[in-house]
């Protein structure tokens, strides 16, 4: 029985940062809405039609009274659940401040609603997003726009916790960043091993929060250990 959270805190392995085809996919839109490898927008007709037949492929009648309007329904909620495909969270990193603040900023309880991409069902959570500046702050709303956007695609929770990593190193060229996130993933709550509860944490760290160990001890501190 799985009781307990999943707790995958820390790197001790450096990988590689390369880029894998899906964070490539993912991260299209970053190269500037002229690209002509940014996805077409989202297909209505097209997501009407495969759910129509998902429907008739699992025995029911598209035709009968409450089935009526699904297709459509679905496709209108498809839209707005995957519109993080269509945006490039990095704007919002864009408009930066410079301060001379060299402690640690970390925004907490981000709550994020996104799509594991292997069985297309919701997992839900809350991420947590520090850094340490090195010069260069972002409005702390800004860091969960990023968190939203880079949470509506189809995702799994490892890539969207490095991704979100990877951007605000990169943008706010900070010291160190870390982001944990926990969430609950309906595919293992509604369908499989069916266990309500169980929770799953990642982490990624950047800069000196891997690097030096009180560092991280004491982000992980603020995170884990506050109002719990
Ligand atoms: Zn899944």
Do not use: W
């Amino acid at each position: 029985m799985i009781t307990g959270k999943k707790v995958l805190l820390g790197n001790t392995k450096r990988k590689k940062p390369v880029t894998s085809k899906n964070e490539e996919i993912q991260n299209r839109t970053s190269k500037g809405s002229t690209s002509k490898h940014e996805p077409a927008k989202v297909d209505h007709a097209r997501i009407e039609k495969a759910v129509r037949e998902i429907l008739i492929a699992v025995g029911e009648d598209p035709d009968r009274e409450g089935l009526l309007e699904t297709p459509a329904r679905v496709a209108r909620m498809y839209a707005e659940i995957f519109s993080g495909l269509h945006k490039d969270p990095r704007i919002h990193l864009k408009r930066v401040f410079t301060e001379n603040y060299d402690e640690i900023v970390l925004v907490r309880d981000i709550e994020f609603h996104s799509m594991c991409e292997h069985h297309l069902l919701p997992f839900t959570g809350k991420a947590h997003v520090g850094y340490l500046p090195n010069g260069k702050v972002v409005g702390l709303s800004k860091l969960a726009r990023v968190v939203d956007e880079v949470a509506r695609r189809p995702q799994v929770q490892e890539r969207m916790t490095e991704t979100i990593a990877n951007m605000v190193e990169q943008e706010l060229g900070a010291r160190g960043v870390v982001v944990l996130i926990e969430s609950s993933h309906s595919c293992m709550t509604m369908r499989g091993i069916r266990k309500a509860g169980a929770s799953c944490t990642t982490s990624a760290m950047r800069g000196i929060f891997r690097e030096n160990l009180s560092s991280r001890a004491e982000i992980l501190g603020l995170i884990l250990n506050q109002n719990r």
